[in-house]
């Protein structure tokens, strides 16, 4: 070794950075490669884990769904098959599309009966319930109680109209069914 005082020369400098710096480095590499190992697994052991987990459970999903639709499709094709659903005649080159697409038209009779006329289902703005249809069931019975029995009549008229859920129409059944003993005890309380 030299000592500080005496200057190295450029080609002592270059030895040291090419030389015996990558061969330290490698020499340190080995030695501590075990130990570097061992920390990568304690910081990314459960990562690496619960990654294999997630894995597995959506590998197992995607072939549960693929075994339903595969079974959809068989079904299927089992009914095409069999005829009971045999597809629509195509037309020929010579005949016009409209010969096909016509049905034979009816013998003159008597006019057709009407149709009877839906009532209108009210507006979700006069539900008595701002922002009705963002909010989901449970978030609708909680707020049934405090409204009035004609603006239940308007929410169940809605819920049987639009997406009839279960939850919302079966509390509007027990607010009625209470809201007449309650009355029913009234009148004989007053009598």
Known sequence: ?????????????ALDLFVFAPVGMAITAVE???????????VLGSSVSAAR??????????RVEFSRIASQWNDLGKVMRSGAMSPRPRPSENTPAAVHDAAPAPAPSSPPAPRPIK??????????IPGYESLSA???VSRLDGLSPEQRD???EYETSTRGRRTIL?????LESGSQIESGSQIESGS
């Open 32 to 42: 501590e490669l075990p130990k570097m190992i061992e920390r990568g697994r304690e």
């Open 138 to 140: 449970t978030q609708v």
């Open 154 to 156: 308007a929410v169940k």
């Open 170 to 174: 079966g509390r509007i059944s027990q």
């Open 1 to 13: 070794m030299s000592s500080p005082e005496e200057e190295r020369s450029p080609l002592d400098e």
């Open 119 to 128: 009532p209108a289902r009210p507006a979700p703005a006069n539900l008595g």
């Open 53 to 62: 987990v997630i894995g597995r459970v959506a590998v197992n999903q995607g």
